[in-house]
């Protein structure tokens, strides 16, 4: 995890679990870094006027504002748990780490009894996977990033040739087929809307300059007539 992504992860977890609080040695536990580290973060986010106070003493540590935090929420135990599944099934996909952030603010916020209640019930859900399946590979988080950001991506790809090019890219969106997830963009070498598959992207960075207004209902290659594309509904 980068500095950037790791930043973020803080806040998050901060959120997740305010008004209490987290040491430093759980943080860099957490995020697999030194003491040291989580703290000139944590000095870095109160510099950029992120509101975390030290709580001092033997129990002490860092907290969130609570004007930061979420209100009470009545999520019920299977909702809960109906979303938790849903993550665990999904695998690598986008937007994936901050889903986890979201169902960790879920259970902080609600009740003892309603979370623990949660906690019972998905340790009656079993998922069987084949023993030697390979990990799923993380989908770049600056590729969510650029999209929410509107940036343009410059990327290392490799075609289904094995032909390898650097282009800049306009992410436009993601999309999901038999091979795994694809990354629709506005391909300024082609100049035309492709369909990236995310396993074939090598190094990718996001760079400052923005993307043009594009129309989302391109996929850059014909659909087969026995698939249909359909939306998330939110």
């Not at 937007?95 to 906690?119: C, H, P, T, W, Y």
């Not at 999209?147 to 999309?175: C, K, N, Q, W």
């Not at 369909?195 to 207004?213: E, S």
Request: with cysteine; charged share 25%; aromatic share 6%.
């Amino acid at each position: 995890m980068n500095r950037t992504d790791r930043l973020y992860a803080i806040v998050e977890e901060l959120r997740a679990v305010a008004p209490r609080v987290r040491t430093a040695r759980e943080l860099a536990q957490r995020y697999e870094v030194s003491v040291r580290t989580i703290e000139r973060d944590i000095a870095a986010l109160q510099q950029a006027s992120i509101p975390i106070y030290a709580d001092v003493g033997r129990r002490g540590g860092y907290a969130l504002e609570k004007s930061m935090s979420l209100p009470p929420l009545n999520f019920t135990p299977a909702e809960a748990v109906a979303l938790a599944v849903a993550l665990a099934r999904s695998e690598a996909m986008p937007f994936e780490q901050a889903g986890q952030s979201a169902l960790r603010k879920i259970l902080a916020v609600m009740s003892d009894r309603n979370a623990a209640a949660a906690r019972a019930l998905a340790a009656r859900i079993r998922l069987m996977e084949p023993v030697d399946a390979p990990p799923a590979q993380a989908i770049p988080s600056v590729i969510a990033q650029s999209i929410e950001a509107g940036r343009v991506l410059r990327i290392s790809y490799a075609d289904r040739f094995g032909a390898h090019s650097e282009r800049e890219v306009e992410p436009t969106a993601f999309l999901s087929g038999s091979n795994g997830w694809y990354l629709i963009a506005w391909c300024r070498l082609r100049e035309e809307s492709r369909c990236f598959r995310l396993d074939r992207i090598g190094a990718v960075t996001m760079t400052d300059l923005p993307t043009a207004q594009r129309p989302l209902d391109g996929t850059g290659s014909d659909i087969p007539d026995d698939l249909q594309l359909r939306t998330v509904a939110l």
